[in-house]
């Protein structure tokens, strides 16, 4: 990983603080919030800084970089800089989602009170994972997180306890009595009570256990397969001179996929590795900028996915991919 190089600066060091976050797969994240603008009343560097501590505690790397990086944010006055970076974003927060547009309709009342009265398992309740299809893919759905989390808290039937998101791209760790099948209608109900999320469609929800099942596996195997040039930390692999990003898809069925990279006719940027299941783990190399090609999300590298599988099924498959890393970020809001 990066040198140890300290800075003494009293605030947040932006310039360490982008390659930091670089160094651990958050590139485009930190492309961002470098070239983005603070709305009105906020100082630039102020809310830059803000965002970047955010960024850097959803990923529980903040005591890193204040440990390599920023020792003055380990003192009383590094942390009420810290304190007081998050209350900027959540005062900008609280008036933006003042002012959003949320609608409610009697149908989708009517559909949360079904819910409510139907599909229940037998049994106690068991922890499951929801992810979104489609939530960071396009630029119309792109809705906060804070935004997310109050429409689950707000339209989820009482059956179905939200536990808490990951990132803004759909990732949400729910606890329910009922069917997965149900669990998908309330999650869909609650989200499209906002007009920018009217048209979602596709949400995966499966059992806690099996995901994590999934997801240890997966580094166990890397791990004995490349030893020191997987990072289980940051599910990043070296391989042929480039950074891969390894994580699961879900698939809407089971299916038997054999390992296989994708595309066939050059240089692969995908490689599936086979299994059988709704879970299928792959590894996904980074674009650089040179190559001129568009980027994809390191917590939603659908596209990427849905061609490869597509291509091995020899027909349109939709697919839900997530990286390892947010995997595991939902994970520990159980």
């Known amino acids: 990983m990066m040198g140890n190089h300290k800075n003494f600066s009293i605030e947040l060091p932006l310039r360490n603080a982008y390659p930091f976050a670089k160094s651990y797969g958050l590139g485009r994240e930190s492309d961002e919030i470098q070239g983005i603008c603070p709305p009105e009343g906020i100082h630039e560097s102020v809310y830059r800084r803000a965002l970047m501590s955010e960024l850097l505690t959803a990923h529980d790397l903040l005591c890193e970089f204040v440990r390599d990086f920023w020792p003055h944010g380990s003192t009383p006055e590094g942390r009420n800089l810290l304190t007081r970076y998050q209350r900027v974003l959540q005062r900008h927060r609280k008036e933006q989602a003042g002012s959003g547009s949320t ?5 989708g009342r009517l559909r949360q009170t079904e819910l409510a009265v139907g599909g229940l398992r037998k049994g106690s309740a068991i ?13 119309k ?16 039937p009482g059956v179905v306890k939200f536990l808490g998101a990951f990132d803004k791209s759909g990732n949400y760790a729910l606890r329910s009595a009922m069917e997965s099948k149900q669990v998908v209608a309330a999650v ?15 949400v995966t929800v499966l059992p806690e256990s099996d995901v994590c099942s999934a997801l240890v596996q997966l580094s166990k195997e890397l791990a004995m397969e490349y030893g020191e040039r997987f990072n289980q930390r940051s599910f990043g692999l070296l391989l042929e001179g480039r950074t891969w990003r390894a994580g699961l898809t879900f ?13 066939t006719d050059h240089s692969p940027t995908v490689r599936i590795l086979g299994g059988t ?5 792959f590894i996904k190399r980074e674009e650089r900028k040179d190559e001129g090609e568009r980027r994809i ?31 595991r970020g939902i994970l520990q809001k159980f």
Request: charged content about 20%; proline content about 5%.
């Open 103 to 107: 609608y409610d309709t009697v149908p």
């Open 127 to 139: 922890n499951f994972l929801a992810f979104v299809r489609g939530m960071a893919m396009f630029g």
């Open 277 to 281: 299941g709704c879970i299928i783990p």
């Open 297 to 327: 999300s390191l917590g939603e590298p659908t596209r990427a996915l849905d061609k490869a599988i597509s291509s091995y099924c020899g027909y349109s498959v939709a697919t839900t991919s997530r990286t390892g890393n947010t995997i």
């Open 188 to 202: 869909l109900n609650a989200l499209q009570q906002n007009q920018k999320l009217c048209d979602l469609r596709y």
């Open 251 to 263: 698939l809407s069925e089971s299916r038997s996929v054999s390992p296989f990279a994708f595309p």
């Open 141 to 156: 759905r792109r809705v906060l997180k804070s935004v997310q989390e109050d429409l689950l808290r707000t339209h989820l």
